[in-house]
């Protein structure tokens, strides 16, 4: 879990991951936060809180090397979850069960926003209908991997922006990622805060740039907003 300035969504979704009892490790990467993300990582149990260069990629890779010195099997999952999104009840379980199942390589979930405001619903389904059409799985959509797979492929490429993608791309050339219902959800204050409007231009312009190689995005577009 790759964390920047997170204080207002971590205790939530620390609360809902921990609640699940399955055997699994949570690795939170931290890339320097200045609030109280830090203390609320620490302070939380069976929680290991490690520090990387700021950047998810950067801090992905890093909990998904600490998470491969621990795993046995290369047939474990990587799970890699935002901090402000909470993965639906059993989930865990699902992956556990689906195991042994070696057809299934990767996948993501559905994704939905928290909150009844109907422009935030379709904000969801239009990402849920490119993902269907696609197979590109966002970071916001709890992408999981195989261990072996995701070691194969090298990882998320070392980018400002679009790892998620990028990474994608990669696992899609060599088997088709799943999709999981029910979704997982999204606190939607960013997009409340930035303007539900102009986050749906900017949802957009991201897709329309992805399907046709636009290079019309830049860092500063995908600013942060806390």
């Known amino acids: 879990m790759p964390t920047y300035n997170e204080e207002k969504a971590l205790p939530f979704t620390l609360s809902a991951l921990l609640q699940a009892h399955a055997p699994y490790e949570v690795v939170i990467v931290d890339g320097g936060s200045t609030d109280r993300t830090k203390h609320i990582a620490r302070g939380t149990p069976n929680v290991t809180f490690l520090t990387a260069p700021k950047g998810r990629a950067s801090q992905m890779n890093a909990g998904a090397d600490y998470a491969i010195e621990l795993s046995t099997d290369?047939?474990?999952?990587?799970?890699?979850?935002?901090?402000?999104?909470?993965?639906?009840?059993?989930?865990?379980?699902?992956?556990?069960?689906?195991?042994?199942?070696?057809?299934?390589?990767?996948?993501?979930?559905?994704?939905?926003?928290?909150g009844k405001d109907w422009r935030l619903r379709f904000i969801s389904w239009l990402d849920n209908f490119r993902c269907k059409h696609s197979r590109v799985i966002y970071g916001d959509q709890a992408l999981f991997v195989r261990r072996g797979l995701f070691e194969r492929l090298g990882g998320f490429p070392?980018?400002?922006?679009?790892?998620?993608?990028?990474?994608?791309?990669?696992?899609?050339?060599?088997?088709?990622?799943?999709?999981?219902?029910?979704?997982?959800?999204?606190?939607?204050?960013?997009?409340?805060?930035m303007g539900i409007w102009r986050s749906l231009a900017r949802?957009?312009?991201?897709?329309?740039?992805?399907?046709?190689?636009?290079?019309?995005?830049?860092?500063?577009?995908?600013r942060d907003i806390r």
């Open 74 to 114: 290369s047939n474990d999952w990587l799970l890699f979850l935002h901090a402000d999104t909470i993965l639906p009840a059993e989930s865990l379980h699902r992956l556990q069960a689906m195991r042994e199942d070696l057809s299934v390589q990767a996948g993501g979930f559905f994704h939905q926003f928290s």
């Open 203 to 222: 949802v957009f312009l991201i897709i329309i740039s992805v399907e046709f190689r636009l290079p019309v995005l830049t860092p500063a577009f995908f």
């Open 158 to 193: 070392n980018q400002p922006i679009l790892e998620d993608v990028a990474f994608c791309e990669k696992i899609i050339a060599h088997t088709t990622p799943i999709l999981l219902n029910p979704p997982v959800v999204t606190d939607s204050r960013k997009f409340v805060q």
